[in-house]
T-cell receptor, first 113, second 113 residues
Framework: NAGVTQTPKFQVLKTGQSMTLQCAQD?????MSWYRQDPGMGLRLIHY???????DQGEVPNGYNVSRSTTEDFPLRLLSAAPSQTSVYFC????????????FGNGTRLTVT | QQQVKQSPQSLIVQKGGIPIINCAYE??????FPWYQQFPGKGPALLIA?????SEKKEGRFTISFNKSAKQFSLHIMDSQPGDSATYFC????????????FGTGTQLKVEL
């Protein structure tokens, strides 16, 4: 059982480049989300989805797009990378309702130069 | 806007000591308060959680104390071990608000021999 799988583990981009961070889960979880982790800032919610075809913005959505075409996958797109987007990105999934625990992937460390 | 404030930022204790991590929240509508544990290079994982209808919850060596009137909650680790060295995040959420969590800024704990 792989859980939540994030790829790539590391990525270096130049300002203005675009890329997609991949997230896949094999637990049939309806809820998926993206967080970024920065020193002294904790984990901040970027976007989330309660099911295929449904997405919504979190606390810090600017500069990021998401889509949810299947239950398993929830990619995060950076259309034009900026140095402020240098961070560690975590994807998390859970069952919906009942305050089900979030299951996190192991993260993607992104550096934008 | 920091809705969940966490302190201290870092903490060093001796093996067998009792580290205490404190969190305070602002939104009185929050009704779910989990703690997540993160080891280097890994994603956070749920450690223990509490709801505001109880003042204390214990799971093994980990205890959450909750003070609803003060809007504060804390994590105590009894008989701490070097294997407890990790970053700890408190969080707050709403039942019925999906699984969106607002996280604190994290506490880096080191347990020395």
């Amino acid at each position: 059982n792989a859980g939540v799988t994030q790829t790539p583990k590391f990525q270096v981009l130049k300002t203005g480049q675009s890329m997609t961070l991949q997230c896949a889960q094999d637990m049939n979880h309806e809820y998926m989300s993206w967080y970024r982790q920065d020193p002294g800032m904790g984990l901040r919610l970027i976007h989330y989805s309660v099911g295929a075809g449904i997405t919504d913005q979190g606390e810090v959505p600017n500069g990021y797009n998401v889509s949810r075409s299947t239950t398993e996958d929830f990619p995060l797109r950076l259309l034009s990378a900026a140095p402020s987007q240098t961070s560690v990105y975590f994807c998390a999934s859970s069952r919906t309702g009942g305050n089900s625990p979030l299951h996190f992937g192991n993260g993607t460390r992104l550096t934008v130069t | 806007q920091q809705q969940v404030k966490q302190s201290p930022q870092s903490l060093i204790v001796q093996k067998g000591g009792i580290p205490i991590i404190n969190c305070a929240y602002e939104n009185t509508a929050f009704d779910y308060f989990p703690w997540y544990q993160q080891f280097p290079g890994k994603g956070p994982a749920l450690l223990i959680a509490i709801r505001p209808d109880v003042s204390e919850k214990k799971e093994g060596r980990f205890t959450i104390s909750f003070n609803k009137s003060a809007k504060q909650f804390s994590l105590h680790i009894m008989d701490s071990q070097p294997g407890d060295s990790a970053t700890y995040f408190c969080a707050a959420g709403l039942t019925g608000g999906g699984n969106k969590l607002t996280f604190g800024t994290g506490t880096q704990l080191k347990v020395e021999l």
